[in-house]
């Protein structure tokens, strides 16, 4: 079970490079809106012990000092990076956030991009959408096809809409990077055939410039799961490939 400080690394990611990650939730438990069957961070009742979260200046203020210390050691950074345990976009002051971290990143580390991995459940809401569109890497979460299968790989809190999210999706008119997770296992199959047609017409719909396509690579607080090796995700997308979609395949 992961536990991050409130800055953390950098650590290299199969996804973005050596990433300086930022985590807006409580440092010694979670904060989200999913309890995904294969979040790294284990179950949300396991990270219940500790709820206080960062405040915008305190995460300004260790971003400032990780930011030196790597231009002082000459640490490559390629990616700023909000993940950390649980759901970023919870943070209430999580667009006045962005902005003192772009300014920081300009300031300190102006080749580096800034990176959001979000549930994408609180895009509908104003100035998170317009927090996410100052980021160079919105990378925004779409694991199934359906409210059924949405609701069986991330078990979602209160109300969840698919069609929702898709249309508040729908707003970056593309500029976003949509990110899939495919595994197996007893109660959910990215596979299945109703679900991969149902999610490979989202990405239709909403053609994000990239889309993430990868598999469990830590363990998981659901036994069971299997992983999808990297040939048998290619072949799971391979209609969208031949339609020009630009996906990054992790295994």
Not at 9 to 22: E, Q, W
Not at 73 to 87: A, C, L, N, Q, R
Not at 96 to 121: F, G, H, Q
């Amino acid at each position: 079970m992961m536990r991050e400080d409130t800055v953390f690394g950098p650590i290299f990611s199969r996804r973005l490079g050596s990433s300086l990650g930022i985590n807006l939730l409580p440092r010694n438990g979670k904060l989200c809106n999913f309890d995904c069957i294969y979040c790294e961070c284990g179950w949300n009742r396991d990270g219940l012990g500790d709820r206080a979260l960062p405040g915008a200046d305190e995460v300004a203020a260790r971003l400032e000092a990780k930011l030196l210390e790597c231009r002082r050691d000459g640490v490559k950074i390629d990616s700023i990076t909000f993940s950390g345990d649980g759901e970023p976009t919870l943070h209430p002051d999580f667009a006045r956030i962005i902005d003192s971290t772009v300014e920081l990143r300009d300031r300190y580390c102006p080749e580096a991009k800034v990176s959001v991995l979000s549930n994408a459940t609180k895009v509908w809401r104003r100035e998170v959408f317009e927090a996410l569109r100052k980021v160079d890497n919105p990378i925004l979460k779409v694991d199934g096809g359906t409210d059924a299968a949405v609701k069986a790989v991330n078990r979602p809190s209160g109300d969840y809409s698919l069609p929702d999210i898709v249309e508040s999706l729908g707003r970056f008119e593309g500029n976003f990077i949509m990110q899939t997770m495919f595994l197996k296992g007893a109660a959910f199959d990215s596979s299945e055939r109703d679900n991969l047609e149902k999610w490979m017409d989202i990405v239709r719909r909403l053609r994000p410039r990239e889309i993430m396509v990868y598999t469990i690579d830590r363990e998981t607080p659901m036994e069971g799961l299997e992983k999808f090796s990297v040939d048998e995700m290619r072949e799971l997308v391979r209609p969208l490939i031949e339609e020009g979609f630009d996906i990054q395949i992790r295994g």
